[in-house]
């Protein structure tokens, strides 16, 4: 008890006073063209993180162009106008006459025409040849790259498109002219073969990975309508047929720096940040605002369950409909993952891998989004000679046990000892504190929503964790995906 | 409440925020030549050095940072698994586990669970086989129940039956689970393949997990030779001043027990060499690919370590500025990740070679990419650009070693661990700038072989092609049992 009352002092009891994190110097910055910029100074180190992230991912994407915002977070990499190559015009040309071979082979391929499917791609490899004599290969990397730049890399999730990197602190400006200009001036140099490297990627996520394919599998179940059942990363067929004009069109609607929000953490000097995002990111013109997804998912009317055969150990994914991240139950459905989950004295690993030994490891999370209605998900991994069946049955007794009875005072607070205790331990790192903030601006408008996050979680009381498991995680709104060992494998 | 003003406290010390009104500037421009004509300014920054204390023969290094408040506690024991004979491999690999979750004289294992959660204590427990690190982080006000939760935790653990069997049964699961992930499966292979019976090359396996091999003997005599104090090195990062903890740092380590023999010396290995390519059959939409052969360069041997260390930077080390990821992936598409590979030991031979992973109609091609891409490399200087990118890397990304106390200070342990000099990797970035084109050319016509690669790929040779893959040299199939 001594622990929580401790650690509860960190942050004001349920007032109306601010949490420590809210009062973090975070200066914000919104540009005339709709830009927003969170930016936070802290002594250490002389480094920086840079965040950008834009609201565009899965979930705007449509059956046939499935995987296109993943496919662009890679071409965001290959340069512009003046980065990347040697000479724009000749590139653009050849881009040109691709374009026009693409078209024909997806004409080819309409007809069932597969050899003149197979010569039009061999005439798109040779003209990519042609035109790569005027590429810098991966110049844009490699300018950061000489600047002592960590971590440059992107990420897609069904949500957002989201790029960051790491800079010695004398380099910020570097940044700025760079972002500013990829994303006013990008060029989509060597598409066709950067398209073969996603389905490579596809390939090494899903195709060989059982893993993959049972979530693949499992979100197709439960989504039938809204696109949170689409894979991020694009079906196989869609990323054979995605064009260079395709993704193009694509960036001109989502990214514009309206859609966007940089973070910026590390020791900066937020006036000199502010001057330069007016220097160099206010120029970009806006973009339109993007459309809303409408898509909504319609109520479930029973479980469904779907099975995979792979050649493989069994799996188990379970997953319940629940409301968005933004709706009042999110913090209370949190609690409820971490009671069933979160450490060893947690419901399911106690029981599934300590006690009964069904289960050789058991997580549960909500996901795959937060913008929109989601699941309730629990995996786990029989432990032989057990099945799935058996991991099941125990997953549905607790459930039940929590459902009827909520948890104890005990496993409530030793879940808001943990809270307590990450609420200082996240902000250790700048980039994931940038993260953080990007994330909360986007999600809900404002970077303090996110360490207000946690008075939420702690105000959850056991009445409300019962009643939210006898609600939700019930069998009508239930899909579960299994994976079973192929026979003969 | 007085937390509160701390924890306000603390957090206001990341920065003072100035409300003042933005600065309009003049709309830049961008582009190549926009960005080649910044100029930077030179970094004024003096890297934090750790202190280091002598407790009971024990080095001890602690550096403060008042940011929060947090302590975290690092131990570190030189001694593992591969130090000792295959029986004890799955004692010393599960030592760290059951440190961590088999109780202690005192505690069952449920209450150390639960002191751990009740201080929202934070750690982790692991092993790379020659040495078992520790961390454990905790609230500053904290720290005297963390030190003796962690000492008990070390040195009167009670390896719990129970908990015991749990490990050994989710050890099994994952020997059955092995051939699930491609990947793993071909490293651990591979590692076999050229390592033999060395402890690089052992892969757990249900003869292993016999339970005899899981006895408390076995555990017993595990850590009596590892956990003792002359295997010791501490550290300590965050809120704290050496003269409050001093003595509770001394308490901790008078708790560990002297060695009451030294530790043998890791077995030197015997690296395969018999070029070709091995064949591990599965029905696989990507294949993977390793390569590799032995190399006798050693870490000390300046100043060609160096000229090593940027070459593999320059050859596939580097990311998208290496030329295999350039030619595999930018430029043939044909891989989603490729990378090369050049491990330089203290005291044994290392290895050469690359990794990549592509659908199989591709495989042999991507091998040949590869290879081409290497012989290059060993009859050709590499562009003096190349080596600006490599070493420039690394001179302006310095300051990101100490980007954390944590870093810094785990750093120091291990050049404490392996008797290098404490000033290692200022020695390293000022080793790098002198290499030179012809350095790395020596370097790899002296050390690279690719036509005696070791080739191990796992895939669907039907769709791969056995005629293409014998074209890569001998073809070995690998019978490798797995599943249940």
């Known amino acids: 008890m001594a622990v929580a009352l401790v650690m509860a002092g960190l942050a004001p009891s349920m007032s109306a006073q601010a949490t420590p994190g809210e009062l973090l110097p975070v200066r914000e910055i919104t540009l005339e063209n709709g830009m927003r910029l969170v930016v936070l100074p802290r002594q250490g180190a002389p480094t920086v993180s840079f965040v950008s992230q834009f609201n565009i991912g899965g979930v705007n994407e449509r059956l046939g162009t499935t995987g296109i915002a993943h496919l662009l977070e890679h071409m965001l990499f290959k340069g512009t106008t003046t980065i990347g190559t040697r000479n724009p015009d000749a590139e653009a040309a050849l881009f040109r006459e691709m374009d026009a071979v693409h078209d024909e082979l997806l004409s080819a391929r309409a007809l069932g025409d597969e050899a003149g499917a197979a010569a039009h791609a061999q005439t798109i490899r040779e003209l990519e040849d042609s035109a790569r004599v005027f590429v810098e290969s991966n110049e844009f990397d490699r300018i950061l790259t000489r600047a002592g730049a960590q971590g440059l890399n992107a990420t897609t999730t069904s949500e957002s498109t989201i790029y960051f990197v790491e800079l010695p602190t004398n380099r910020v400006e570097l940044w700025f002219a760079l972002e500013a200009d990829r994303m006013m001036n990008p060029v989509f140099r060597e598409f066709y073969s950067e398209r073969d490297v996603v389905i490579e990627e596809r390939r090494m996520r899903v195709e060989t990975s059982p893993g993959g394919a049972l979530l693949e599998a499992h979100m197709a179940a439960a989504f039938t309508m809204h696109p949170y059942g689409v894979p991020v990363v694009g079906y196989m067929t869609d990323l054979e047929t995605l064009s260079r004009r395709d993704v193009e069109s694509y960036y001109r609607r989502f990214y514009g720096p309206n859609n966007a929000v940089v973070g910026i953490v590390g020791d900066v000097d937020p006036d000199e940040i502010e001057a330069l995002a007016n220097k160099y990111l206010a120029q970009i013109p806006r973009g339109d605002d993007p459309p809303r997804v409408l898509a909504t998912e319609p109520d479930q009317r029973g479980e469904r369950r779907v099975t995979l055969e792979w050649d493989a150990e069994p799996q188990l994914r379970i997953g319940w409909r629940v409301p968005a991240g933004v709706h009042d139950d999110a913090p209370g459905l949190a609690i409820l993952s971490t009671v069933l989950t979160g450490g060893r004295t947690s419901r399911l690993y106690r029981r599934l891998v300590l006690e009964d030994r069904v289960a050789t490891s058991v997580f549960s999370s909500l996901g795959p989004g937060s913008r929109f209605p989601q699941l309730f998900q629990i995996n786990a991994a029989p432990l032989g000679p057990h099945t799935t069946e058996e991991v099941e049955t125990a997953v549905y007794d607790e459930i039940a046990r929590i459902a009827r009875d909520g948890p104890t005072e005990n496993e409530l607070e030793r879940v808001h000892n943990q809270i307590a205790a990450s609420s200082i331990r996240r902000v250790q790192s700048s980039l994931g504190l940038a993260l953080q903030l990007v994330e909360s601006v986007s999600l809900l408008g404002d970077w303090r929503e996110t360490f207000r996050y946690a008075e939420k979680l702690r105000a959850v009381s056991s009445e409300d964790v019962r009643r939210l498991a006898a609600e939700y995680l019930v069998t009508s709104g239930r899909t579960v995906a299994t994976l079973v060992k192929r026979s003969g494998s | ?484």
């Open chain 2, 1 to 484: 409440m007085s937390r509160s003003i701390v924890g306000l406290a603390f957090l206001l010390s990341l920065g003072a925020a100035l409300a003042s009104p933005p600065v309009i500037e003049a709309q830049a421009q961008v582009g190549r030549q926009a960005t080649e004509a910044l100029v930077f300014p030179e970094l004024d920054f003096r890297p934090p050095e750790p202190d280091e204390h002598d407790v009971e023969g024990v080095s001890v290094l602690t550096l403060e940072d008042h940011t929060l408040p947090l302590v975290t506690i690092y131990v570190r024991f030189t001694g593992g698994y591969a130090r000792f004979g295959r029986e004890l491999y799955a004692a010393g690999t599960a030592l760290p586990s059951l440190l961590r979750f088999g109780g202690t004289a005192q505690l069952t294992p449920d209450s150390v669970d639960k002191a751990l959660e009740y201080y929202a204590f934070q750690t982790s427990f692991g092993t790379g086989g020659g040495s078992i690190s520790i961390n454990l982080n905790t609230l500053v006000e904290h720290l005297p129940s963390g030190l003796d939760l962690l000492a008990a935790m070390l040195t009167e653990p009670a390896f719990d039956p129970m908990e015991v069997e749990v490990w050994r049964g989710r050890q099994v699961e994952s020997v059955a689970r092995r051939g699930d992930d491609p990947g793993r499966l071909a490293f651990s292979e591979f590692n076999h393949l050229l390592y033999g019976d060395h402890p690089i090359g052992w892969e757990m396996d249900l003869a292993d997990l016999d339970p005899a091999n899981l006895s408390l003997e076995r555990f017993r005599e595990v850590h009596g030779r590892v956990v003792c104090r002359d295997n010791l090195i501490l550290g300590l990062t965050g809120d704290l001043v050496w003269a409050d903890i001093e003595s509770l740092v001394d308490s901790f380590v008078k708790r560990v027990p002297p060695c009451a023999e030294p530790l043998p010396p890791s077995p030197i290995p015997t690296i395969r060499d018999e070029p070709g390519v091995y064949l591990i059959e599965k029905d696989l939409e990507q294949s993977v690919i390793v390569m590799a052969h032995a190399t006798d360069l050693r870490l000390a041997a300046e100043p060609s370590y160096y000229a090593a260390t940027i070459g593999n930077s320059i050859l596939g080390g580097g990311g998208f500025s290496s030329r295999i990821l350039a030619r595999v992936r930018t430029e043939e598409g044909f891989a989603y990740s490729a990378s090369s590979l050049w491990t330089i030991p203290r005291e044994y031979d290392g290895l050469l070679g690359a990794i990549t992973r592509t659908r199989p109609e591709n495989t042999v091609p991507a091998v040949e990419v590869i290879l081409r891409t290497m012989e290059e490399l060993r009859v050709g200087a590499p562009d003096p650009g190349e080596i600006r990118t490599a070493v420039d890397r690394i001179v302006n990304g310095f300051v990101f070693n100490f980007d954390t106390p944590g870093q810094i200070v785990s750093r120091t342990m291990f050049y404490l661990a392996q008797d290098l000099p404490t000033d290692w990797l200022e020695r390293y970035v000022e080793g790098v700038q002198s290499v030179t084109p012809a350095s790395v050319l020596e370097a790899f016509s002296r050390h690279l072989r690719p036509d005696e690669m070791m080739i191990l790929i796992v895939g669907d040779p039907d769709r791969i092609g056995r005629e293409a893959l014998s074209s890569l040299g001998p073809l070995t199939v690998l019978e490798i049992p797995v599943g249940r």
